[in-house]
């Protein structure tokens, strides 16, 4: 019985699973849009950005009760890997 009730969940975790790469998709099209736009690669890390960022998604995740420890490791996860991104896909004008 616990068994399958764990299925059902982990079939729910999978469809938002692929709800996520979907974004993560637009995400990166978005991103590639910037990219476009710098000129050098220093433009790359905008830390100002980054903590505007990390300051709204903690208070939003405090005000949607999500554990903001939780949302801070994956935008700080999403951010390195979008920089490592625009780093490797970098092209001098």
Same mark, same amino acid.
């Given at each position: 019985?616990?068994?399958?009730?764990?299925?059902?969940?982990?079939?729910?975790? #999978?469809?938002l #699973?692929?709800?996520?790469?979907?974004?993560?998709?637009?995400?990166?099209?978005?991103?590639?849009?910037?990219?476009?736009?710098?000129?050098?690669?220093?433009q790359?890390?905008d830390?100002?950005?980054?903590?505007?960022?990390?300051?709204?998604?903690?208070?939003?995740?405090?005000?949607?009760?999500? #554990?903001?420890?939780?949302t801070?490791?994956?935008?700080?996860?999403?951010?390195?890997?979008?920089?490592?991104?625009?780093?490797?896909?970098?092209?001098?004008?």
């Amino acid at each position: 019985m616990k068994n399958k009730k764990i299925n059902n969940i982990r079939k729910k975790l #999978d469809i938002l #699973d692929n709800k996520l790469l979907s974004l993560f998709k637009k995400r990166t099209l978005l991103v590639n849009k910037i990219l476009k736009t710098k000129k050098f690669k220093n433009q790359i890390i905008d830390r100002k950005r980054i903590n505007i960022i990390l300051r709204r998604i903690k208070k939003k995740s405090i005000n949607e009760r999500i #554990d903001p420890k939780i949302t801070n490791k994956i935008w700080k996860s999403i951010i390195a890997a979008y920089i490592n991104y625009e780093f490797r896909n970098f092209k001098k004008k």
